[in-house]
């Protein structure tokens, strides 16, 4: 009694060797090049964690765990290797003012030079 085996790539019924698994070379192609392709999304996204994860233990260096919010000048973290550019995400307050956040540790920005740290408080959402 034979198998019925398909194809990984296309599910077409594939014919021949018993450890056949694509029924070309086409087939065989496109699968590793859109396996291949996965991974490097997947490296990418890794590698944006990192940076995420490097803001995030600035922010929480800076900002003592008995304080809610300090003032700093901005060049401090630019020389311990902030990235402006990547946050988790942004809180407007009633004010107008837009904070950025590393997971539970922002950031407000005062004017070219200084910014204001804060932490997050647990129960908000």
């Not at 600035?58 to 304080?67: A, E, F, N, S, T």
């Not at 000048?73 to 988790?88: C, D, E, I, N, W």
Request: with cysteine; hydrophobic share 30%; net charge positive.
């Amino acid at each position: 009694m034979t198998e019925t085996r398909n194809c990984l790539s296309c599910g077409r019924t594939i014919r021949g060797r018993a450890d056949k698994k694509f029924c070309d070379d086409g087939c065989r192609n496109t699968f590793n090049n859109l396996r291949k392709q996965q991974e490097a999304n997947i490296a990418y996204i890794k590698q944006i964690n990192q940076v995420l994860q490097k803001n995030r233990k600035i922010l929480q260096q800076l900002l003592p765990q008995d304080q809610s919010m300090q003032k700093i000048p901005k060049a401090r973290l630019v020389s311990m290797g902030f990235h402006f550019q990547y946050h988790t995400h942004t809180y407007t307050n009633q004010k107008g003012n837009t904070y950025f956040f590393c997971y539970d540790q922002g950031w407000l920005p005062l004017d070219q030079e200084w910014l204001l740290l804060v932490r997050r408080k647990s129960d908000q959402q």
